[in-house]
């Protein structure tokens, strides 16, 4: 791979990261609960705002940590470099679903 290639790969990474990332903020500043899974309802909150806030800090999170992990793509073209974007984007998704469900579920729910 070319040193332009390793740079527009990261750039379209980063991009992914960004979009996480704008996705909390736009989560800060909404009225009604942001819903964390995909094509799923969000459940009623008792505090909508902590709620968003907090779902909100766990998207930027995410967001910063899929950028920092794509640094990777910009050393170069070794093959194994790749593998650390691709596991440990699959490793923080998995720890983001748990945060979300044990953590931000149980404490905003209305029960």
């Known amino acids: ?26 989560a800060f500043r909404a009225k009604k609960e942001v819903g964390f899974w995909a094509n799923v309802k969000p459940l009623p909150m008792r505090d909508v705002k902590a709620y ?24 170069g073209a070794h ?3 790749i593998l650390i974007p691709i596991l440990g984007a699959v490793a923080e998704i998995i720890v983001s679903m748990a945060v979300y469900t044990i953590v931000i579920q ?6």
Request: hydrophobic share 55%; charged share 15%.
């Open 106 to 111: 149980n404490k905003y729910e209305k029960k």
């Open 79 to 81: 093959s194994a470099w």
């Open 1 to 26: 791979m070319t040193k332009a290639g390793s740079i527009m790969g990261f750039l379209m990474w980063a991009a992914g990261g960004c979009l996480l990332t704008a996705l909390g903020i736009w």
């Open 52 to 75: 968003n806030r907090a779902t909100g800090r766990l998207f930027i999170v995410d967001g910063v940590l899929f950028i920092l992990l794509g640094l990777p793509l910009l050393w």
